[in-house]
């Protein structure tokens, strides 16, 4: 018995042993020691948010990443270019500099709007005005005379500085809800009065313009300290500032109270006429199957109000570090695998929209499609997107992630088709099964989506290595897969809204010359 127990446990253990050697993968253990022990993460991060800085469509420093990216991608010996996909109004930041210098001095915390006109190097002084309480549009056309020669404030004073879940921590139970009563009436307020001059926040602001202003002043406050979203200007030929909260707030009490504010704001910035737009394209060859590809997806352009970290430099990082390791462990794929740096997402998806449109020999035999983001943070869903067999590729694929990753993504298949958001959406409309690695908050709506906050400072490199790794191995599994893609979908539901039978979404062209009929 002893002799057989001995042999028993032999058996078992070479059986294991055989059992660990076929689960080992090189190519996967490869991917997961060089990100991280090697990552190549925050030098890239250094390089593109604070050397380059933001990337707004039609500046000349989105052209300076796209260049820069084809530039990394050669020392990684990945075939990469840039492709034109249409023209954007040109414009390039200058200096801002907000000042009020009456009834005291200081220096204001804000900045121009993209696209905004530029003033001199003097700037423009003025004094600081509030909108009226009017009855009606009449009262309101008989008041307009008063803009000329001031700066207007169109933003309703906000009541609080304070994040809701800064009250919710200290405030008494009766006094937040007092608070969030007063500001819901104030904003019902506003809005109203704003209705009755006839106009809406952003057709105001061409008949303040024509009625002689001498710029707008804006507080488009993110729910956050010290966070703002710095979006784009609508004026034509007069200054448009945003200036945060704290300051703004000041300004308009002291207009309130008969103070009058004088501010000085220098605003410059240049026009640089139309524009080429490029999407950064890199590819490794597939050797048995090149016809068919697998896709990286990540928007390279961002707003200007932060340098763009986590909206999308984070994702961009995520797709060129997956690259940089497919390449070193995985340099001959089945199939082709691409990485799309998109341009103009912010605009409406353009870059990606355009990349679909004129490459539909593409498009078709695509195997797989990963897109992120939203933020810093590590991936914690991952939907079917509409897939009828999602389950079976994506489980799959997801199943020879690592599961220290894998344990915090939570699936949905099939799921249902995302219809924008992103520019996977782009590739969904046309038929290709493309996914988005949707991540974990890190409070990036009010913190760092579209804001002044948007900077290197805010990525969490461990999240972001994580990603990495994730797609580069979801990249690899399906680049292997025996199996082409199955692309059959659901049957979409009744709409709760309409009562119609849903019906999946159909592809839209980009917009190809953005902003010029403008200029």
């Not at 003033?119 to 009449?138: F, N, R, Y």
């Not at 006094?175 to 001059?197: C, G, L, V």
């Not at 009490?253 to 501010?263: C, M, S, T």
């Not at 997107?385 to 199943?399: E, I, V």
Request: proline content about 5%.
């Amino acid at each position: 018995m002893k002799k057989l127990s001995k042999l028993s446990c032999i058996v078992a253990l070479l059986l294991s042993v055989t059992f660990y050697a076929q689960e080992s993968n090189p190519i996967i253990e490869g991917i997961v020691k060089e990100a991280n022990e090697n990552s190549q993460l925050e030098r890239l991060a250094h390089e593109m948010l604070d050397v380059i800085g933001p990337r707004l469509v039609g500046s000349p420093q989105m052209k300076q990443a796209n260049d820069w990216a084809v530039a990394q991608y050669g020392k990684w010996s990945i075939s990469a270019k840039n492709e034109k996909w249409g023209e954007w109004r040109g414009w390039e930041r200058g200096i801002t500099h907000i000042d009020m210098v009456s009834p005291r001095i200081q220096t204001l915390d804000g900045t121009q709007l993209a696209w905004n006109p530029s003033t001199s190097k003097k700037g423009v002084t003025a004094e600081a005005i509030i909108l009226p309480t009017v009855k009606d549009s009449m009262t309101f056309k008989n008041w307009l005379p008063n803009v000329k020669g001031k700066f207007v404030m169109i933003s309703m004073n906000q009541p609080t500085g304070r994040p809701d879940y800064n009250w919710e921590e200290f405030a008494t139970e009766e006094s937040f809800k007092k608070m969030k009563e007063d500001r819901d009436a104030q904003t019902k307020a506003w809005r109203e009065n704003m209705s009755h001059t006839g106009y809406n926040s952003r057709t105001i602001i061409a008949a303040l313009e024509e009625a002689g202003a001498a710029g707008i002043i804006t507080s488009n406050w993110s729910k956050g300290f010290g966070a703002n979203k710095i979006f784009s200007a609508r004026t034509k030929k007069i200054p448009t500032v945003d200036i945060e909260l704290e300051d703004y707030g000041m300004l308009y009490r002291l207009a309130e109270y008969g103070n009058k504010p004088e501010l000085k704001i220098v605003a410059e910035s240049k026009e640089l006429g139309a524009v080429p737009n490029f999407n950064t394209i890199a590819e490794i060859k597939g050797t048995e199957k090149p016809e068919e590809y697998v896709i990286l997806s990540a928007h390279f352009d961002s707003w200007d109000g932060g340098t763009g970290a986590t909206d999308n430099g984070t994702g961009t990082l995520v797709m060129m570090e997956a690259m940089r390791l497919l390449k070193k462990f995985y340099p001959n794929p089945k199939r082709t695998i691409i990485v799309g740096h998109w341009g103009s997402e912010e605009q409406g998806l353009n870059g990606s929209r355009a990349f679909v449109e004129d490459h539909p020999e593409i498009v078709k035999n695509i195997q797989a499609v990963f897109n992120q983001d939203n933020g810093t943070g590590r991936v914690v869903n991952l939907s079917g997107q509409g897939f009828l067999h999602s389950y079976d590729f994506l489980g799959r694929w997801l199943n020879a992630v690592p599961k220290d990753i894998s344990k915090h993504i939570e699936t949905n298949y099939p799921g249902a088709p995302g219809r924008g958001g992103s520019d996977y959406a782009s590739f969904l409309a046309a038929g290709a099964p493309a996914f988005s690695l949707s991540s974990l908050s890190w409070s990036y709506w009010n913190y760092t989506w579209h804001t002044n906050l948007d900077t290197y400072d805010k990525i969490v490199f461990d999240d972001v290595r994580s990603n990495a790794i994730l797609t580069a191995i979801l990249t690899y599994m399906a680049s292997e897969d025996e199996q082409s893609t199955p692309k059959d979908k659901i049957v979409l539901p009744m709409s709760r809204r309409t009562g119609e039978q849903m019906v999946w979404p159909t592809p839209r062209s980009p917009e190809r010359k953005g902003m010029l009929e403008e200029k």
